[in-house]
């Protein structure tokens, strides 16, 4: 991956909105991740936009101060774009963690193929980074089913990653 000053410039941004958050139940802080998550992508896309919306994935859902005007304005509209899309809208308190995640589901059907690489790649690293939790299974099914629908060629060999990494889990 070539660290161009706009995907620098995100991973700045990324790592100060993130410092001091830790992934779930882990020391590990969280800007691990999209660093992790960029490594993925970087083998099937040398695309600064896509990368740099990498690293910002979960700022607009998993920060306080940074919008998503801001994001447009540091980063231009395709990335601010494919970062929204990303992010799971507020929802009601009331609805479990399934419900959730399948209107995140029916949100990426309508996503551009660029925020469905992005989401292979986040959910790649999720299950290669942590144990695979079984009631979950269907969500990273729903995501496997939404990039088939699309037969995103670029995507095909991640997609293959990613089926094969949870058959084995």
Same mark, same amino acid.
Not at 12 to 25: E, I, P
Not at 123 to 130: E, I, L, R, W, Y
């Given at each position: 991956?070539?660290?161009?000053?706009?995907?620098?410039?995100?991973?700045?941004?990324?790592?100060?909105?993130?410092?001091?958050?830790?992934?779930?139940?882990?020391?590990?802080?969280?800007?691990?991740?999209?660093?992790?998550?960029?490594?993925?992508?970087?083998?099937?896309?040398?695309?600064?936009?896509?990368?740099?919306?990498?690293?910002?994935?979960?700022?607009?859902?998993?920060?306080?101060?940074?919008?998503?005007?801001?994001?447009?304005?540091?980063?231009?509209?395709?990335?601010?774009?494919?970062? /929204?899309?990303?992010? %799971?809208?507020?929802?009601?308190? #009331? +609805? =479990?963690?399934?419900? $959730?995640?399948?209107?995140?589901?029916?949100?990426?059907?309508?996503?551009?193929?660029?925020?469905?690489?992005?989401?292979?790649?986040?959910?790649?690293?999720?299950?290669?980074?942590?144990?695979?939790?079984?009631?979950?299974?269907?969500?990273? /099914?729903?995501?496997? %089913?939404?990039?088939?629908?699309? #037969? +995103? =060629?670029?995507?095909? $060999?991640?997609?293959?990653?990613?089926?094969?990494?949870?058959?084995?889990?």
């Amino acid at each position: 991956m070539e660290l161009t000053p706009k995907i620098r410039k995100a991973l700045r941004v990324a790592a100060t909105l993130h410092d001091g958050q830790h992934r779930r139940n882990s020391p590990v802080p969280v800007i691990v991740h999209p660093f992790e998550v960029a490594l993925v992508v970087s083998d099937y896309t040398k695309d600064e936009d896509i990368i740099s919306s990498v690293f910002l994935h979960d700022v607009l859902e998993d920060t306080q101060g940074y919008s998503y005007e801001k994001m447009v304005e540091d980063f231009g509209d395709r990335v601010a774009d494919i970062v /929204q899309s990303l992010t %799971d809208e507020p929802l009601p308190d #009331e +609805l =479990t963690w399934d419900q $959730k995640h399948q209107k995140y589901l029916e949100n990426l059907k309508n996503s551009s193929d660029e925020a469905v690489l992005v989401c292979l790649a986040d959910k790649f690293a999720n299950v290669s980074h942590d144990q695979l939790n079984l009631d979950r299974v269907w969500y990273y /099914q729903g995501v496997i %089913d939404v990039a088939k629908e699309r #037969e +995103l =060629t670029k995507n095909t $060999k991640l997609l293959e990653r990613f089926i094969e990494l949870l058959q084995k889990s």
